[in-house]
């Protein structure tokens, strides 16, 4: 895969930092922020100058490599339409953030 230099060096600071944590985060972000803003419709519909202000342009911008994280997830992508792979994928990421909060609170 060939990277611009910004991409090169947005991927060196995520590998540094745990790219793989940095994924799984973002599955877990992404999967909230659908149940909470669309209900659970896992159909995104991304417009940079309409959303960028919103959740949608926190998760679907292109700063500090978030397209490299945004791409190594299992998402489609149509233009600017996203969708889970299988809205299997949609809920695992919910129930996985739900209960990394409940842990948290049990341990607490």
């Known amino acids: 895969m060939?990277?611009?230099p910004q991409d090169q060096e947005a991927l060196m600071m995520?590998?540094?930092?745990g790219f793989k944590q940095e994924c799984i985060s973002y599955l877990?972000?992404?999967s909230i922020a659908v149940y909470g803003n669309q209900s659970g419709?896992?159909?995104i519909v991304y417009?940079?100058?309409?959303d960028l202000k919103t959740w949608k342009g926190t998760l679907f911008n292109?700063?500090?490599?978030?397209?490299?994280?945004?791409?190594?997830v299992p998402?489609?992508?149509?233009?600017?339409?996203?969708?889970?792979?299988?809205k299997s994928l949609l809920e695992y990421g919910?129930?996985?953030?739900?209960s990394i909060q409940i842990h948290t609170v049990i341990v607490a």
Do not use: W
Not at 14 to 17: F, K
Not at 47 to 50: D, P, T
């Open 2 to 4: 060939d990277l611009n």
């Open 14 to 17: 995520l590998s540094g930092s």
């Open 28 to 30: 877990k972000e992404l």
């Open 41 to 43: 419709n896992p159909l």
């Open 47 to 50: 417009s940079e100058r309409r």
């Open 62 to 72: 292109n700063l500090d490599g978030r397209n490299l994280i945004r791409d190594s």
């Open 75 to 86: 998402l489609l992508r149509n233009g600017g339409q996203y969708g889970f792979v299988h």
């Open 94 to 98: 919910l129930s996985f953030a739900v």
